[in-house]
């Protein structure tokens, strides 16, 4: 009865699956475009916490890994990289992304423009939804966290990172894009290093900021479809040529 | 002596805007776009004092202004339709922008494409950047806005209405760009109609919202440029084709 029973809660669980993917590729009009499905991770700890524990680790001379820019000395020592807030795990940047499938469990894509469909978003804060994605022959991460930066108002921050270092982050563009109910917000910027604290990038509010209202208005049934590009040219010509 | 002295602080003002004119000009690529500088206007009031006016005046037979997608009854009597906190201005829907040009001297500028640039950002809460548009055969209103919906916490909000009813808004779509520091930020939705109150467009947070720190990042000396175009056509066209 018992096994019935998950068997019926399965294939329930694949039909709920399959109309928010088919949801999410109403809203991204390209075709082929590929569609994640992405839950939540309710965070245990608050990024203070976890910096503090570095902060700790520094007295001990381990290098401190929340500092914003900051270049790790030793190149194949990377702290701090795994950006969930309970996570205090130390290794080398060519691990991090086994790292990252293995102990957190988070998927990894192929293609240069994916679908990020992150769900339940009424959950409280802190709540962290994560993919990692591959394009252009490096991996990405794609961070949504929502976080009460000022109490009783939580807030959404979108950003991606590149597991790789910062001269390399700097050859790519990544835009974020949100359509829904004649609405539309976009976000385009360097991707920072997974050497960069994600949790700095979050706090300073340099990314992709949604108060509740907005991200509601972008919502379909507590669902927020994120389209997400990455590109290797430099889109802010026009910048540049001045 | 004192003759001298205003005419060299003119001087000065004359090329500290033509500087803060070539500066805007760099950001935005497009040759031949109008770029307006906005200087602050300073808001005596918080809009709740204001709407607790208006709740007095419904009291005594007129309508209540501050209520979202309200239908006045009376098409022919506009209240609420002047964004400046502190007036309590009432007229036609036909002498709104007279009123504003004469009362409140807001500039009127040509042309589907402009550039706003909003001097003097750091001013404190509550402060206005205002102009109107005209373009398509419409007079728009943009009003930039800085406010403290967390105490401490000052931030902009930046939305466009159309100085017509909202069955005429609703053919409309504007764009509002941001570009600078290797970092763009588009914010596109279907203009409201003045005769819903700018106050309440804000406070919804339905608009394009800034906090202070990036703010900073797009602003070049306390100046920020906003890219402004108005299309008619229907830009959503890949949720209305689904």
Redesign the interface.
């Known amino acids: 009865m018992l096994f019935f029973t998950q068997c019926f809660g399965a294939v329930l669980d694949l039909i709920h699956l399959r109309f928010q993917h088919y949801k999410a590729k109403?809203?991204?009009?390209a075709a082929g475009q590929l569609v994640c499905v992405v839950n939540p991770t309710h965070s245990l700890k608050y990024a203070p916490i976890r910096c503090a524990t570095a902060q700790a680790s520094t007295e001990q001379g381990i290098l401190p890994p929340c500092h914003h820019h900051e270049v790790v000395h030793d190149p194949q020592l990377v702290p701090c990289t795994c950006p969930l807030f309970s996570c205090q795990w130390e290794g080398h940047l060519e691990v991090v992304v086994s790292h990252l499938r293995q102990t957190h469990r988070i998927n990894i894509l192929q293609g240069t423009e994916i679908v990020f469909l992150a769900t339940d978003m009424h959950l409280p804060a802190p709540t962290d939804w994560i993919i990692m994605h591959s394009c252009l022959g490096h991996q990405f991460l794609l961070v949504l966290r929502k976080q009460e930066?000022?109490e009783g108002?939580p807030q959404f921050f979108a950003t991606m990172m590149l597991i790789g270092t910062p001269t390399q982050a700097d050859n790519f563009?990544y835009r974020l894009e949100l359509?829904?109910n004649?609405?539309?917000?976009?976000?385009?910027?360097?991707p920072r290093s997974i050497l960069e604290c994600v949790d700095s990038v979050i706090s300073?509010?340099?990314c992709l900021?949604l108060?509740?209202?907005?991200a509601q208005?972008f919502s379909d049934n507590g669902s927020l479809a994120i389209g997400i590009a990455i590109t290797t040219s430099k889109?802010?010509s026009?910048?540049a040529?001045?």
Request: charge should be positive; glycine fraction near 2%; avoid cysteine.
């Open positions: 109403r809203v991204f009009s930066k000022y108002h563009t359509n829904r004649q609405r539309r917000l976009k976000w385009e910027a360097t300073d509010g340099d900021v108060n509740t209202s907005l208005l889109v802010h026009s910048e040529e001045m």
